[in-house]
């Protein structure tokens, strides 16, 4: 007979597999939840199956899973049952669709390229179903740049649809305004075939209509929203925008000055990731953070191949690029190793351009942000990728001429972004310096007198930045808001001059020259407040227009009072609020730029630094009552000034503890985040935490104490604040810190959250990790409360930690928990921590250590092992094995070898070591021959008779108190096993009854 054909794999509901693919964990569980609800609804009218379904819902959380995501299921994948499973979906649902939209999500993002057919989400978009502009902008972001394919178009036409459909729906989301119009602007890019023109004019209108009805929305994507305008202002609808972009931004929205506003604006990482697929990204991020440097080429090849073989893939390369530059931000491990460098990708990226155009579009997308960059708001990182000499030798002939032609009206602007970048390059030492680069004799005649004339600061032996800028010098001192917390993998230290640049000043002393901050051609342009007076009643524009006429501080607060009295009027029309905020937000700015504290700290110059016109709201509210209606009020002003200037936080919070009018009302401070749209306590302290922070790190260790006291709640639960403050910390105010807690005005851990705050820190830098430790040891914390990290700690990967938690055992008599989580540590030869610890117990505390380790031999001897479980959830924690023991003693017994210490003669030692023996296999008893050869040394001598048996234990006090031989061994033999369940329990008295009567069991 011949063999039966094979049969092919049944294919599931949801998604395409092969027959190599192994089934589908998400798709079995979601057949599952079909089969359940088929079973509860198969044979009944809808009635009774609605019936049926919310009975089933009502018994758990597990049913209601269940219901939901069988009838979700059935809804994707059963077209005629789909209106009726939604319907029905809707009324048993109990949690606002969260589960669907939970797992929408995911198989949008994990499963998109196997699904058989790309499901419809209409339903929860007309539904209104909280959370469903997120499903939108998961689809948004599955739609790839550079690829025409019919599926691709699919997609991008149907969520289209989508959005013009509920037009009304998009408008209620800021950012799912900004994703679609940033997502359609650079697609309009790839529809510009005669067969794709009706498409690319639906993409056009729906750009169009939202940009100029919501272009405030739209502000928020950052310059690179200029970038993809510029790709398509050939466009005649879109080069009318264009023209009022550059010469009528009014037109656009009151509140917009104009196209510098939205060039100097960094774009987020959200908006830029959205321009890859799930699978882009983690191709891409696999390679910079996996394959190593000179093994990259199958990767890259099988990348090209998959993305970049098509003509209209060309465009796809500025993503990529703007991607690499803007999210993809590798840590000091990453950098240091031989993990392929971000600059070979873009390298690579630029070799494969094909077109003098696409060529010309990827390096701007490299440059981007280099033409308007800032110090203080942009990240070393977006600009270190071109570090590399390769690149900027490569391009900096691009990197020139664009500066005049970028856009000739910002000629000046583009050269100071420029200069800013290269000279912050240098700060951080990223390149020590330029000159070979700017003044090579191999570079073309043009090219290096363009580079002298352009950036003549750059073509010789360094000189001090002061020099070059025609202003007045300015701190030497790093500010430490420079870097953002991404940036943390640059040298953040000074760039200093070689010894014989130094000069000696009149006193004798070295003058050391530092590069710093090349501040914007500080050139303060006044405050503009014209969006926004017409919006305000008469009384209150002259308010305003006081204040911005006086720059006296001690007028504005006397107007600012006014302003206050008349906000608290009972007919002040709140609809004024936003501008009025808009007004004295764009007023105060310059009260929110450089330190808060004072350099010296006394009563008399923290009072002075509270007398600014903000401050006369947060005084006003101090001295109010809270029912009082003038408060609520107040807030919703201090809330709106919050949205339009978020530093106003930490300036509340520095007000509440520096100012003596203040003093005991930080609790204010919790209503003013309910107040404000963020609504929570924990976000708003941490954001404003996180703001000052990257402002002014003396500010932040100065209102540590009381964030910490005031709000132990939001504080203590979460090690969030702790790494805001151990990153950017030095060891002075680490110092200042311990101090604190010393005297009891700061308290950082508590008992029961500190584990799990020191479990978390495993994962951060160095540094930090030290920080977090010397902070942790500054609080009287027993050391047993955190003893159960050691679980997590591996050798390799953990050295902070060992070190520390290996310094504090040491000051520590051992307890049992401690010796049970030093020897449940792993053996292996170079990890030396439990041998280590357990060598100096033994030479301080040996009797104590020989009773513990003793109790843990006995215990994971067969049956005792039962009684672990009965244990603290920490020791359940603890993989302890016998064998684990057996080999930490015998490395201890090889470390005393050739010492004098006696510690393996110790009586509950050695009986430990017979009770093992006797029960233990022959390969155990091989392995630890020479362990188990000190047992039986010690029973040898136990066996001779009593006259000698006093003299062989001579070096142990311990044998001498059991030295009277036993009346009645029968006794003894019966009772040996209830002795040794006494010994796992370490008792200090009747030592001599148990010692006699584990050798009277043995030599029996």
Not at 441 to 452: A, F, I, N
Not at 519 to 542: G, H, N, R, S
Not at 890 to 910: A, G, H, Y
Not at 974 to 998: F, M, Y
Request: one cysteine or more.
């Amino acid at each position: 007979m011949e063999p039966a054909p094979a049969k092919a794999k049944p294919q599931g509901r949801l998604l395409v597999s092969t027959l190599l693919d192994a089934k589908d964990e998400l798709e079995e569980r979601l057949e599952r939840c079909v089969g359940i609800v088929q079973a509860l609804t198969n044979g009944l009218s809808e009635r009774e199956a609605n019936d049926a379904l919310t009975a089933n819902v009502c018994k758990g959380q597990q049913q209601h899973e269940e219901v939901c995501l069988g009838l979700f299921t059935l809804v994707l994948t059963e077209s005629a049952q789909a209106q009726r499973c939604y319907r029905d979906l809707t009324l048993v649902n109990r949690d606002g669709m969260n589960i669907i939209l939970v797992k929408i999500n995911q198989i949008l993002m994990e499963k998109f390229l196997k699904l058989q057919d790309i499901p419809e989400h209409r339903e929860l978009v007309k539904s209104g179903v909280m959370g469903a502009d997120g499903v939108i902008m998961t689809l948004l972001k599955q739609i790839a740049g550079g690829d025409i394919s019919t599926k691709n178009l699919w997609l991008a036409e149907s969520v289209l649809d989508i959005l013009l459909d509920q037009k009304e729906w998009v408008l209620k989301s800021g950012m799912l305004i900004a994703m679609s119009v940033y997502t359609y602007l650079r697609l309009i890019v790839d529809h510009g075939a005669s067969n794709l023109l009706s498409l690319r004019q639906k993409e056009v209108d729906f750009c169009i209509s939202m940009l100029r009805e919501k272009f405030m929305e739209c502000l928020i994507i950052g310059r690179d929203l200029v970038r993809l305008l510029q790709n398509v202002a050939r466009i005649p609808e879109m080069e009318l925008l264009w023209k009022d972009l550059l010469h009528n931004p009014q037109v656009l929205s009151p509140q917009f000055t104009g196209v510098l506003q939205l060039l100097t604006a960094r774009t987020s990482r959200k908006f830029l990731a959205c321009r890859l697929t799930p699978d882009m990204e983690t191709k891409l991020l696999f390679m910079t953070s996996r394959v190593r440097f000179g093994q990259q080429k199958r990767y890259q090849d099988w990348f090209q191949r998959q993305y970049l073989s098509t003509a209209e893939s060309q465009s796809l390369r500025c993503d990529l690029i703007r991607y690499i530059c803007g999210v993809v931000h590798p840590s000091n491990e990453v950098l240091s190793s031989d993990i392929l460098p971000r600059w070979a990708i873009i390298g690579w990226l630029l070799t494969t351009c094909t077109s003098n155009v696409a060529a010309s579009n990827a390096k701007l997308a490299l440059f981007y942000d280099w033409l308007f960059f800032n110090p203080e708001k942009d990240s070393i990182m977006n600009i270190g990728i071109t570090h590399t000499q390769n690149l900027l030798n490569n391009h900096k002939d691009f990197c020139l001429k664009i500066i005049p032609h970028f856009f000739p009206p910002l000629e000046s602007q583009v050269r100071q972004g420029v200069f800013n970048s290269l000279n912050f390059i240098m700060e951080k030492r990223v390149l020590a310096h330029l000159a070979p680069l700017f003044d090579n004799p191999k570079l073309d005649r043009e090219l290096r007198s363009m580079l002298r004339e352009r950036f003549p600061e750059f073509c010789s032996p360094p000189s001090p930045p002061t020099e070059v800028k025609m202003e007045e010098a300015v701190s030497m001192e790093m500010d430490n808001h420079v870097l953002d917390k991404e940036d943390g993998c640059y040298d953040t230290t000074e760039a200093t001059f070689s010894d014989d640049e130094e000069e000696v000043n009149n006193k004798g002393k070295k003058r050391e020259f530092r590069f710093h901050p090349i501040k914007e051609a500080v050139m303060e342009e006044p405050a503009d407040i014209t969006p926004w007076l017409d919006q305000l009643d008469d009384t209150m524009k002259e308010k305003v227009q006081q204040i911005q006429k006086t720059s006296d501080t001690e007028t504005q607060c006397e107007v600012m009072q006014e302003i206050v009295d008349l906000i608290l009027e009972e007919d002040f029309d709140t609809e004024q609020m936003s501008a009025l905020a808009s007004c004295l937000a764009e007023l105060f700015k310059d009260h929110f730029r450089g330190d808060v504290l004072p350099e010296e700290i006394t009563e008399e110059s923290l009072e002075e630094s509270v007398c600014k016109p903000v401050c006369l709201v947060f005084r006003n509210l101090v001295t109010m009552q809270e029912d009082n209606s003038g408060f609520s009020v107040l807030l919703d002003m201090l809330a709106e000034l919050y949205q339009k200037q978020p530093k106003i936080g930490y300036h509340l919070l520095y007000y509440l503890k520096a100012s003596k009018a203040a003093n005991g009302k930080m609790m204010l401070y919790e209503s003013f985040a309910q107040a404000t749209a963020l609504g929570d306590l924990h976000t708003c302290l941490m954001m404003d935490m996180k703001a000052c922070q990257e402002d002014d790190v003396r500010l932040l260790c100065y209102l540590t104490p009381s964030i910490y006291s005031e709000f132990p709640d939001e504080t203590l639960r979460s090690g969030e604040l702790l790494n805001m403050i151990v990153a950017v910390i030095d060891s002075t105010q680490l110092q200042e810190l311990m101090c604190h807690v010393m005297m009891g005005s700061l308290v950082m851990f508590r008992k029961d959250s500190v584990l799990n705050i020191l479990i978390q820190s495993l994962d951060w830098e160095t540094f930090e990790q030290y920080s977090t430790w010397q902070l942790f040891l500054a609080h009287s914390i027993p050391l047993e409360t955190i003893i159960p990290i050691l679980q997590h700690l591996k050798y390799k990967e953990h050295p902070e930690a060992l070190s520390c938690l290996l310094l504090q055992l040491r000051r520590e008599k051992p307890s049992e928990e401690m010796v049970k989580m030093v020897l449940s540590r792993p053996c292996h030869p170079e990890d030396q921590f439990t041998t280590s610890i357990l060598r100096h117990w033994a030479s301080k505390y040996d009797d104590t250590l020989g009773e513990h380790i003793k109790a843990q031999l006995i215990k994971n001897n067969n049956q005792p092992r039962k009684r672990q479980s009965l244990r603290s959830s920490s020791s359940k924690l603890a993989q302890l094995t016998l064998e684990q023991i057996l080999e930490h003693m015998d490395n201890l017994r090889l470390s005393l070898s050739n010492t004098k210490n006696n510690f393996f003669t110790q009586t509950p030692i050695l009986q430990a070591l017979q009770h093992v023996q006797a029960s233990c296999d022959e390969a155990h008893k091989m392995r630890f021959s020479d362990l188990f050869a000190l047992a039986e040394e010690y029973e040898d001598s136990q066996a001779k008779p009593p006259k000698s048996r006093r003299k062989a234990p001579a070096s142990s006090p311990r044998s001498r108190k059991g030295a009277a031989p036993p009346t009645n061994n029968e006794e003894e033999s019966a009772s040996s096993s209830a002795s040794e369940e006494e010994d796992s329990k370490p008792k200090a008295p009747k030592r001599k009854r148990k010692g006699s009567s584990a050798v009277g069991s043995d030599s029996d």
